[in-house]
């Protein structure tokens, strides 16, 4: 690891006024609509072994099958109208997703739009074959790819080491098809974004270090797993060499500094392709100093992918009063990114939820500094005229705990899709939460570059 800097200059630390978290969001509206049934499978070794009973009616463990679920980031697909989500670690944590593939899936959703006359499309999203984009009859081995290390460049033993899965009472062995091709799992990685470089690579975010893993386009580990050097923002107390979170396999008797589950929840690529941007989801012990008032800042820390370093560049970002994570953070263009930040209110459960996309902008501000930040969607108050959810209502809203992908479709489009943690419930009803598409019009465009 690089020698780290700690950086003491107070004025770098800009005063946090009303003006630079401005809140006014611009008009939007919903242009379009699909959504994935929380059923959707695809084939593999048994998963859910260790997530207990299920919920919503729907019984665990899913046999000789993997969830198509949990979606946490979102890259265009091969073909247009096609997009490549990636599900996360599972079923949410280490200690029960041992048995949970690491995957990407190609999908095309048949958004129900409004025609001029009448609502048009089935608003189904259809499994197309990863590297061609045709629709295929259901999920299977072309619609999909899976991570995995056949190398042994992750620098700490997988799910595949083990003659048994390492949860519950170690006492099921491990699916001979991840040992003999050494796929990755949702014990190894929590992953949470993903990014493509100007070569083809993949990058991924995750949360258990938190680590960035390069992987080849279609899945394979290149090398050992990124950690996150503690690049000190002026005013934090911050303490310790690397960013680390309970599960990170290097602790070695070091103190965790960053909370579970708070890490790379957002990553940006700029349109070349060669710089990263990751956004953590929890604030870093010691970051609270740079503001007594709050604990809510989280950083943004630039990573060279020529050099596969990170530079000391870094940002920070406040969330608001009512937002308690970040959901996904996307490049617009070589400043600006769009943030999806939550709280974990739902249609069946307090606080009243707060979802909301917010425009980013690093122009202009120091390493070290805060980001602005200007209110782009209030996704709990969409108007919906043409009522393409079909709920009644000409007022959309997007209730679910985690929403955690989005993407520019054009300059005035954005796709947002959220993460229904399956089998869980309590998202608009008691049943299980599916995984709906939206298509979102902006009434003022974006400052959109071409991505590479």
Do not use: C
């Amino acid at each position: 690891m690089s020698s780290m800097k700690k950086f003491v200059h107070m004025a770098l630390l800009p005063a946090l006024s009303a003006a630079l978290f401005a809140t006014s969001a611009q008009a939007a509206e919903l242009s379009g609509f699909a959504l994935m049934p929380a059923n959707a499978f695809s084939r593999g070794p048994t998963s859910g072994q260790f997530a207990g009973p299920g919920a919503g009616g729907n019984a665990l463990p899913l046999l000789n099958k993997q969830p198509v679920q949990g979606v946490s980031a979102v890259l265009h697909g091969p073909i247009p109208n096609t997009f490549r989500v990636m599900a996360d670690n599972g079923f949410g944590a280490k200690t029960n997703s041992a048995d949970t593939l690491l995957r990407l899936y190609a999908v095309r959703p048949d958004f129900k739009t409004w025609n001029g006359q009448a609502v048009v499309g089935s608003g189904a999203v259809w499994p197309v074959n990863y590297w061609s984009g045709h629709v295929l009859p259901r999920f299977n081995a072309q619609s999909f790819i899976t991570l995995r290390d056949p190398n042994h460049r992750v620098g700490f033993d997988i799910t595949a080491d083990h003659s048994h899965y390492p949860n519950g009472n170690n006492d099921i062995p491990v699916a001979k098809t991840i040992q003999q091709r050494r796929l990755l799992t949702g014990y190894d990685f929590d992953l949470e974004s993903v990014r493509q470089d100007s070569r083809g690579h993949l990058w991924f975010g995750e949360e258990f270090g938190p680590f960035l893993l390069e992987t080849s386009a279609n899945g394979r580990v290149l090398r050992a797993e990124f950690r996150l050097p503690n690049v000190i923002p002026p005013g934090s107390s911050a303490t310790g060499v690397e960013v680390m979170a309970p599960q990170n396999p290097h602790l070695a008797g070091a103190t965790p500094n960053l909370p579970t589950s708070r890490g790379f929840e957002g990553m940006a690529i700029n349109p070349a392709g060669t710089r990263l941007y990751t956004l953590l989801e929890g604030t870093v012990n010691g970051d609270n100093t740079i503001n007594a008032s709050t604990n809510k800042i989280l950083r943004i820390n630039e990573f060279r992918i020529s050099t596969r370093r990170y530079t000391n560049t870094h940002w920070l970002y406040q969330m608001e009063n009512d937002g308690t994570a970040i959901g996904d953070m996307t490049a617009i263009n070589d400043h600006q990114f769009l943030v999806l930040e939550r709280n974990s209110g739902t249609a069946t459960r307090a606080p009243a939820p707060f979802k909301k996309v917010y425009l980013i902008d690093i122009a202009g501000v120091a390493s070290g500094g805060f980001v602005s930040k200007t209110e782009l969607v209030d996704l709990m108050n969409l108007p919906d005229p043409h009522d393409l959810n079909a709920d009644g209502s000409t007022t959309f809203t997007f209730p679910f705990v985690t929403i955690e992908s989005v993407l520019p479709l054009d300059a005035s489009t954005l796709l947002i899709i959220n993460d229904n943690n399956y089998p869980a419930t309590g998202g608009r009803d008691a049943n299980s939460d599916n995984t709906e598409f939206l298509s979102i019009k902006l009434a003022q465009p974006l400052n959109l570059a071409t991505i590479h």
